[in-house]
Every structure is written in C-alpha cells, then in structure tokens.
C-alpha cells in the first residue's frame, strides 16, 4: 500500500521555526522526486519546494526562498523541510507528494500524496 505520511507539523509564533518530515512506504522511494506543497484555507495548492531522487534541489517558492530548506535522505527514507523565519502567511496545511518521470513544481504531475500536516503561526 502506497503511503506518504508527514509529521512535525504544529504552531509556532511568528519567527519560529519547524521541521517537516515526509515519510513513504509501499513503493521505491529513490525512484521519485518528492514535493511539498501546502493549502491554505480559501486558497488553492501550491507548491513549495522539491527534491530530486537524486538529492538536487528542483526548486522553491519565491516566497519561502531563504528560508525553507529542503533535503532527503535515500538511506533513511525521509524528505525534510525545514522551516525557518515563519510568517503567518505560512499557515496552511503541508502536503508531501512523489513524482516519477521528470521534475516538477505542477501538482498534476505529482501521482502520489500525503495526508497533511498542519502548520499554524501566529503572530
């Protein structure tokens, strides 16, 4: 069964960082490049940032540059984002997500999807 299951998410003050970690299960992870991507409410899915199966980064929303960090660690199964200098523009639930085939910051190309986790900071 195909699984992808975030943790680290909660609330923060302004400032705050955390870290988000995504989990899979149930297919070859090393074979996917891996999103995240969050919602806010009333707002549609956006990307976020995302990592090759190879470890290179794809890329970042204009909006987190400089302070998010993604990475992944093939060994260990995980997709990190770390999450620094948050806003509470940043509150949404995050979302993690793998592709195969080539790399990509669309949603529709991304087959399979978290659950989510979410991330509220206050101000």
């Known amino acids: 069964q195909v699984q992808l299951v975030e943790s680290g998410g909660g609330s923060v003050q302004s400032g705050g960082s955390l870290k988000l970690v995504c989990t899979p299960s149930?297919?070859?992870?090393?074979?996917?490049?891996v999103g995240w991507f969050r919602q806010a409410p009333g707002k549609e899915r956006e990307f976020v940032a995302g990592?090759?199966?190879?470890?290179?980064?794809?890329g970042y929303a204009d909006s987190v540059k400089g302070r998010f960090t993604i990475s992944r660690d093939n060994a260990r199964n995980q997709v990190m984002l770390e999450m620094n200098s948050l806003k509470v523009e940043d509150t949404a639930v995050y979302y993690c997500?793998?592709?195969?085939?080539?790399?990509?910051?669309?949603?529709?190309?991304?087959?399979?999807w978290g659950q989510g986790t979410q991330v509220t900071v206050s101000s």
């Open positions: 990592v090759s199966r190879i470890g290179s980064v794809i």
């Open positions: 149930g297919f070859i992870f090393v074979n996917y490049h």
């Open positions: 997500a793998a592709a195969i085939g080539p790399t990509s910051k669309m949603i529709d190309d991304y087959q399979h």
